[in-house]
């Protein structure tokens, strides 16, 4: 069974910039898997922000982006807001079948 | 507008077998490349994939839940309806359905508000 990983938890100031990982215990992540972001706030449904690697959702604002790095997926925050606190989770496709990672919670402080 | 809602019962028991629907509006599931896939999260815990369905009725299912799950669709109805038998206390969760647009890129787009599922005695 495949594991998507991410960093726990996060902590960023306001107007900062911070970049989260999705690593694959199956090796480097490459365009092929298809990474997709999703942003979850407390009580709420996932609301999804990226995919494709890098494209923004038409509702995605422009501080989110998405790439590779290293090996692994990233999403990167730039100038950062206190809503962006929040769950955040990364999804990567393995010949059909998508696996999400653990979820990493971005403070915002 | 797109729109998906999760319907079901919020309590089964052990061993039960759980049914759940999601209604959707604002897109078919008779166009290519379009699936609805249902996901879970556990209170305070990560989401899991469970199951995908594609609009020529291919169908697709996590390894572990496999011998579990059962994913159909009545497109006239624009519904999907899961299936899992033999629900456990460790199946408690809120199970969300979300449209897949393909195929490439892949992705989850629009996502439902979400069905609390307990699972007790």
């Known amino acids: 069974q495949t594991v998507v990983t991410q960093e726990p938890s996060l902590t960023v100031s306001p107007g900062g910039t911070v970049t989260l990982t999705c690593a694959s215990s199956s090796g480097a992540v490459t365009s092929a898997y298809f990474p997709n972001w999703f942003q979850q706030k407390p009580g709420q449904a996932p609301r999804a922000l990226i995919y494709g690697t890098s494209i923004r959702h038409s509702w995605t604002p422009a501080r989110f982006s998405g790439s590779l790095l290293g090996g692994k997926a990233a999403l990167t925050l730039s100038g950062v807001q206190p809503e962006d606190e929040a769950e955040y989770y990364c999804?990567?496709?393995?010949?059909?079948?998508?696996?999400f990672g653990g979820g990493t919670k971005l403070t915002v402080l | 507008q797109i729109t998906l809602k999760e319907s079901g019962p919020t309590l089964v028991k052990p061993t039960q077998t759980l049914t759940l629907t999601c209604t959707f509006s604002g897109f078919s599931l008779s166009t290519s490349g379009v699936g609805v896939g249902w996901i879970r999260q556990p209170p305070g815990k990560a989401l899991e994939w469970l199951a995908l369905i594609y609009w020529d009725d291919d169908k697709r299912y996590s390894p572990s839940l496999k011998s579990r799950l059962t994913i159909t669709k009545d497109t006239s109805k624009n519904q999907v309806v899961l299936t899992m038998t033999n629900m456990d206390p460790l199946d408690t969760a809120t199970y969300y359905c979300a449209r897949r647009m393909g195929p490439v890129p892949t992705r989850f787009d629009f996502w439902g508000q979400g069905t609390l599922v307990t699972v007790s005695s």
């Open positions: 999804l990567l496709y393995y010949g059909g079948a998508p696996v």
